[in-house]
């Protein structure tokens, strides 16, 4: 090679070496701040120690699961890099409300066994149960965790997962305002919670309200995929539909008196399949892709815009034990090969 192509090929060798660095440090940054829902609703589901070697591959730290699979977290033991939240089941909550020996006992056999080398960080107690009849069995389980891990000194929180249903108003943000039994089931939880500003967890997912009316809801605007303010409220402008739901949660928290509460993103996503054109590949990546620079830009919302958002995507995969359609298609990734099903990282 004469010396002048060579210094023209090195030139090009290092370009080629500096994208993809470039490339690779921007991809291991994203899905470091990425949490993901780990859902085995599936009777094809590969292996949790095939799945958690997934996670580590593509630099995922912080991962829930429903409720305390022992496989699942076997499989977790040596890797502390990732944060584990970890559900208790709503049918153990009956139980476990009325007894703190049943509490003790619970914690004994389903975390303690794997404090010492799987990076427990949330407990959460009841699955979008609030509001509901058995909504209040939520608050005594929380407490009695709480004192628990406590006593114990283990840098744990516990918390719950909620949904968007108990706003009874949600629009604009700003008249956002929790529903009465809400109020009865939520409030006391939410005031719990903020004696040591432990997040309370909500599911924030636009799909709903947008398949619902989407003949007067823009995608662009349901899918975060615009910057032009879409709902002006106040002096607070909105470009998409995320941003809108979670402070329309934060301001009736505030009507409650409950001001600064951290709140985590506990899942949301977008199905690719089930619900014709409102569900496709594409419009579940650019969603998905949207939430992932949401979170990876450190920006919080038009009302706290100084909080960076917490969150996680639901779920890692398609899960076919769930009900027939859209919730069968959240997921990120094909079980079978564990294949992505559009390009998300
Ligand atoms: C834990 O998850 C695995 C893998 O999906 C499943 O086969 C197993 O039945 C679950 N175990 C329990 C105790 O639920
Ligand atoms: C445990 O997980 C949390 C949350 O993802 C993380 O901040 C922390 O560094 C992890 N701990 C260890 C020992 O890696």
Not at 132 to 144: D, E
Not at 167 to 179: D, E, T
Request: aromatic share 10%; glycine share 6%.
């Amino acid at each position: 090679m004469q010396s002048s192509h060579k210094k023209l090929f090195l030139f090009f060798l290092s370009c080629i070496v500096l994208i993809f660095n470039y490339n690779n440090s921007v991809f291991v940054t994203a899905t470091s701040e990425l949490g993901l829902n780990y859902g085995l609703l599936g009777d094809n589901l590969p292996p949790p120690s095939n799945v958690i070697n997934f996670f580590k591959s593509i630099g995922i730290t912080k991962i829930r699961i429903f409720d305390p699979n022992t496989t699942v977290l076997d499989a977790l033991r040596g890797n502390k890099e990732i944060g584990v939240t970890v559900g208790v089941k709503d049918q153990d909550l009956a139980a476990l409300a009325t007894s703190e020996e049943a509490v003790n006992s619970w914690f004994t056999t389903n975390i303690e066994p794997y404090l010492a080398d799987v990076n427990i960080t949330f407990i959460t107690v009841g699955n979008e149960v609030i509001p509901g009849p058995i909504g209040p069995q939520v608050l005594p389980v929380i407490q009695s965790l709480t004192n628990l891990v406590k006593s114990k000194s283990l840098p744990i929180s516990v918390t719950t997962v909620v949904a968007m249903s108990n706003l009874g108003q949600s629009y604009p943000p700003s008249a956002g305002k929790f529903n009465p039994q809400s109020r009865e089931q939520l409030v006391p939880v939410l005031k719990f919670l903020s004696q040591t500003s432990t997040p309370i967890f909500v599911n924030i997912y636009p799909y709903f309200p947008y398949a619902s009316d989407p003949v007067n809801i823009h995608l662009d605007y349901a899918t975060s995929n615009t910057e032009t303010v879409v709902v002006q409220d106040g002096p607070l402008g909105y470009s998409n539909m995320f941003d809108a739901m979670f402070d329309a949660f934060v301001w009736a928290m505030e009507k409650e008196g409950v001001k600064d509460l951290p709140m985590v993103v506990s899942e949301t996503g977008w199905p690719s399949a089930g619900n014709g054109d409102l569900t496709t590949p594409d419009i579940a990546a650019t969603y998905n892709g949207n939430v992932l620079k949401h979170i990876v830009s450190g920006k919080g919302t038009p009302k706290r815009p100084n909080s960076a958002i917490e969150g996680f995507i639901f779920a890692v995969f398609n899960e076919n034990q769930k009900p027939a359609g859209t919730e069968q298609n959240f997921g990120l990734y094909n079980p079978v090969d564990m294949k992505p099903i559009y390009k998300l990282f």
